[in-house]
């Protein structure tokens, strides 16, 4: 029989998520609930699958719960007499700064129940993106391998221990805005140079796309492809020598042990 994956909260991130498991399972075996109703109704237009109350998406075989970590609670305490009845229910939480043991708390039953902790990061939206994630001891083999395969239209999904969940969430969850930060200062200095500001952007998104997809295709490190591009007295050796002046590289390594810190401090 297959598998169903029921949603309950559908905003942002849930709602990503939910159209990437309906590339990776069929959409018939997915189900859509949430507070405001017509936003469950129109994703489910788009992406051919289901809408249904909250006891018909925890009916699922694995449930993502795509709420705020605030609202967690009360959602989990109103789910736990049909949790009750469905012990081999898998819980998905995708809330930031809720560990493992606190949703096994949270849901409050009376048998280990099996939980995935994931943390994705906003290019999920197109299927290029990072889903980290870690387990519990209840969760098997085999339903962590139907939600990798239910997950990958979302992009790498990776196992990472829940005590690093911190660093990979400031490397992956910020980094759109680093890489933001600086397709908009390489697209400036273009625009100084001279080239119009479309075209600008459209190159140096096209140029940071293609050095990325090159290291991941051919394996390099990043210091030997920097050093491929740099011929000795030529221009790129000019470029990175004034980004190692102002510090690129410093600043980059802090501002991902900033953004460590910062989760840490707030719990997440
Ligand atoms: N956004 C990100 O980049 C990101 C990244 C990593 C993790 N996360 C995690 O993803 C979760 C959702 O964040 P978000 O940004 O997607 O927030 P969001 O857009 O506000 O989505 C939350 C959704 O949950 C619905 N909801 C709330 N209580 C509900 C209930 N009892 N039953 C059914 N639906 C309910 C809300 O419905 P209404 O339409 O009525 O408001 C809303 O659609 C959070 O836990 C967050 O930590 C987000």
Redesign the pocket.
């Known amino acids: 029989m297959e598998k169903t994956f029921g949603f ?9 998520l939910a159209a990437a498991v309906c590339r990776g399972v069929s959409p018939q075996d997915v189900v859509l ?4 109703p017509a ?2 109704a129109a994703l489910a237009e788009t992406l051919g699958c289901r809408t249904g109350s ?1 006891s018909e998406a925890a009916g699922c075989d694995y449930l993502f ?5 605030q ?2 609670a ?2 989990l305490a ?1 789910l736990r007499p049909l949790l009750r009845d469905r012990p081999n229910t898998v819980l998905i ?6 560990t493992l043991h606190r949703l096994e708390e949270l849901a409050g039953l009376p048998f280990p129940v099996a939980v995935l902790r ?5 290019p999920v939206s197109v299927g290029r993106g990072v889903v980290l994630y870690d387990k519990n001891a209840a969760l098997s083999d085999a339903d962590e391998a139907v939600l990798r395969m239910a997950m990958a239209p979302a992009g790498l999904v990776e196992p990472l221990e829940e005590r690093l969940m911190d660093a990979g ?1 400031a490397l992956c ?1 910020c980094s759109p805005a680093f890489t933001a930060l600086y397709l908009e200062a390489l697209t400036d200095g273009a625009v100084a140079c001279g080239i119009p500001r479309a075209v600008a952007l459209r190159l140096a998104v096209q140029a940071t796309e293609g050095s990325a997809a090159l290291l991941t295709e051919s394996g390099l490190h990043p210091a030997a492809l920097k050093d491929a591009v740099c011929s000795p007295g030529g221009s790129t050796i000019q470029g990175v020598r004034a980004l190692e002046a102002g510090g690129f590289r410093a600043a980059v390594i802090e501002a991902v042990i900033a953004a460590r810190d910062a989760n840490l401090a707030l719990g ?1």
Request: glycine share 18%; net charge positive.
């Open positions: 309950i909260g559908t905003g942002h991130m849930g709602g990503a609930c949430n507070r405001t936003k469950a909250a719960l795509g709420v705020k970590p609202q967690m009360a959602l109103a939480s995708m809330a930031a700064g809720l994931i943390m994705p990061n906003l969430s969850g997440t």
